[in-house]
């Protein structure tokens, strides 16, 4: 079983902008700060729905990583930025 850690305070989510958490939920698809549970999913590679703390960890690396490419290629071919 796995122990989950508090619910974090609200915060903005580094990705997308959107001040977190709207709403509770259960502890394992909480929004884990810096980067909102819709983001992780989408930009981040790993298994949906994985409660393991550290694999959301590594999730949360590879969003972060995956939207900072998207960005940087963005800027390169002389397109505004989509987040930020």
Do not use: H, K
């Not at 694999?55 to 940087?72: K, N």
């Amino acid at each position: 079983m796995a122990i989950y850690p508090e619910r974090p305070a609200p915060f903005t989510c580094a990705i997308c902008g959107r001040a977190r958490p709207i709403a509770w939920r259960s502890p394992q698809f909480q929004d884990r700060p810096p980067i909102c549970i819709n983001c992780e999913r989408e930009f981040g590679t790993g298994t949906y729905g994985d409660a393991n703390p550290d694999r959301r960890t590594i999730q949360q690396i590879s969003a972060v990583t995956e939207a900072l490419r998207i960005e940087a290629y963005r800027t390169q071919i002389g397109e505004s930025p989509l987040y930020g």
